[in-house]
């Protein structure tokens, strides 16, 4: 097999609407950065503009980065902590009460290795319910992390996390189950 990345660098990957659309985000992500750090629902307002799903008292700071707003769901009560970067080429969800520490990078988007055009893949990741994600931690394409799962802090997680399940480490591997009662709002 030959690798042809020529054709994968003139491959029409999105719609004019979508590049349309990343235009005018570029603008909008410039005003996402300039509002103060405590004003959390205005940050909210302008990803819902940008048609992001985000639930209530959600706090995104302005240091986040994220790649297409339409390509994001967030739960109520979840927080997204400084320069953690949002890579939503596919579909992102986050859960309610979820956290994602500081300079975590959630990665929606990758190419087929096996492919000699090296396709680009859009693929989802999806976060369950009351899961924090420390600090630099790396998800990847087509990762689920269950309910109440820990990823550690600089884990690099690569295939699905169990619910109630602590991660760490590059692979990400089991550390311990999590016991925690949730109390039900």
Known sequence: MTLRISENRNAKNYSWQVQGARIAWALGELIFRLIPRPLFETRCWILRFFGAKIGRRVHLYNTVKITFPWQLEIGDDTAIG??????????????????????????????????????????????GDDVW??????????????????????????????????????????IKERTLRVDSE
């Open 82 to 127: 400084e320069r953690a970067r949002i890579y939503n080429l596919g579909k992102i969800t986050l859960g309610r009460r979820v956290t994602v520490s500081q300079g975590c990078h959630l990665c929606a988007g990758s190419h087929d290795y096996q492919s000699p055009t090296m396709d680009l893949q859009k693929t989802p990741i999806t976060i």
């Open 133 to 174: 994600i420390c600090a630099d931690a790396f998800l990847g394409p087509n990762v689920n992390v269950g309910n109440g799962a820990i990823v550690g802090a600089r884990a690099v997680a690569m295939k699905d996390v169990p619910a109630w399940t602590v991660v760490a480490g590059n692979p990400a591997t089991h």
